[in-house]
């Protein structure tokens, strides 16, 4: 355990964790704050800021960027999402993406429209994208798009380029860390589409070995696409959305059958008020 | 690499004001120190360590010495490098004077305090024969190298408690929470003849950890077990505490 942080460079440990990402922007925080507050003690805030990062509430109507930058951001971004708004799903009331996205939005004030059709995409397999949607199924289906987000794009270029190869020149040959091709994520809308199970799930291997992002364990996807010798995109998205290994992969949401359970003391709406990240201070939330 | 490089807008903006102000309030070395500290002890958790760090350079020296050098030494662990450097600051901090009339050094108040919180989570009645052979009297001033053995032989022992405590977890097979007194008997002497390492004899030691080997072990433990007569049986408690007697009976009394 003690072993593994020591056997790669300093910067490597450092780029791991993260470390450069929240010192710098604790400077750029602690500067901003300034402005309004000459005689901030700077050690103080510094140890607030890494303390709030610490318990994952530092999120909380920060900017897009910043939600996105790291895999501990995200997680903390949806956990707030899950416990501002499951009063939403406790109440059985369905929504459709725009209005997710307003809810969204009231926790980070430019979150993207983008993402959230994304989402919905996952959950309504592709189609009918004005239905409404449970907050269950959004939820999952949002924390599989959220935090694997650069997997989930690459994964579906290989999807295409598999698909593109089958149905035209026979012996095309797909490299998936070379077919990166810029440009909008390829539609899938048009014809019967499913490829090979397993031509896919080599191909998807692959790109875990070498992928610099998060992915999804690889016994997990292996199980999904194993289980049919033909899988659809959008198929292979729900199953990977409604896995309870991809969650607690994830790790931050309880198992589903708990998630609108008040057991955690901690969840009540009021959790949104407790020690406010000192990032907002100085950010009103509109 | 320390400093950083804030972002260029901000930079525009107010390039003198924000320059000074990081200089002024020594956010700078205090980042520098920061990542120096990070690179060197690579805690699991280098957040919370973050959060940590920046709070005790916010309290004011001298509110708690103790809990500053022992939060010094828990940095990383004893067979880490860096632990021999923590412990340098330790005993800094430790043998800084209280104020300016009295006197820099170590004393054995202080000392005990220190052993006392490293030892804090063994039950009582354990740590206290430990520490029966370690403490000095209480106006006694503590040298370096008194400081360096008794603080190092406190870790190694809080290792080798957790280790007696997993080897009867091992051997508790049944979850009874009890083992057959003859097994525990012959793991315990096994341990035993293997802390026999001596410095002039460096065989000595490869042989104490070939005693520890899992076959043999599993040798001693098969041939006891042909004259098992389940009667007797050893608690946990009872195990642990006879493991961690012969550890200390291997500590040397500092008088």
Known sequence: MSGAQFSMSGEEYLARHHVITYLEDAVSQLLEHKEENPRVNPAKFLSDYFTSVHRGNHTLFREYEYIKATPHNRTAFIRIFWKCFRQVGKSGDLLNAKEYQSLLCLLCPDFPLELVQKTARIVLMDDAMDCLMSFTDFLFAFQLQFYYDEFLYTASEIYTNIMSATRGSRDAVVVPSVSRTKGKPPQLSDGPDSVESTQFFEAVKMLCETFQFSHPPVDILRGILMSAPRVSFYGFLMALAKHEGINSAVGILPPKAQILDDTDPDIQISSARTPRPVSAASKPAS | ?255
Do not use: W
């Open chain 2, 1 to 255: 690499m320390a400093e950083k490089r804030k972002p260029a807008s901000a930079d525009e903006k107010m390039p003198e004001s924000n320059r000074d102000f990081l200089e002024k309030s020594a956010v700078r070395s205090l980042l520098r120190g920061a990542i120096s500290k990070l690179i060197e002890n690579r805690p699991e958790d280098p957040i919370a360590f973050l959060a940590e760090y920046f709070d005790s350079a916010d309290n004011k020296p001298g509110s708690n010495k103790v809990a500053k050098a022992h939060q010094e030494l828990l940095l990383t662990h004893h067979s880490r490098p860096a632990f021999e450097s923590n412990m340098m600051l330790a005993y800094q901090i430790l043998s800084a004077p209280k104020n300016a009339k009295s006197k820099a050094g170590l004393k054995g108040d202080l000392f005990t305090e220190l052993l006392t919180k490293i030892l804090r989570e063994v039950p009582g009645e354990v740590s206290e024969v430990l520490l029966k052979k370690l403490l000095c009297y209480e106006n006694e001033v503590i040298p370096y190298d008194i400081f360096h053995s008794g603080v190092m032989t406190c870790f190694i022992f809080l290792d080798f408690y957790a280790e007696a405590d997993g080897l009867f977890t091992v051997l508790d097979t049944s979850r009874k929470k009890e083992v057959d007194k003859e097994l525990c008997d012959v793991v315990l002497n096994q341990l035993n003849a293997a802390m026999t390492a001596t410095k002039d004899d460096p065989k000595s030691i490869l042989e104490g950890a070939s005693k520890l080997r899992p076959d043999a072990l599993a040798i001693a433990l098969d041939n006891a077990f042909d004259s098992v007569v389940y009667d007797e049986s050893m608690a946990r408690d009872e195990f642990v505490m006879t493991a961690v007697i012969m550890f200390i009976a291997k500590v040397k009394p500092l008088r």
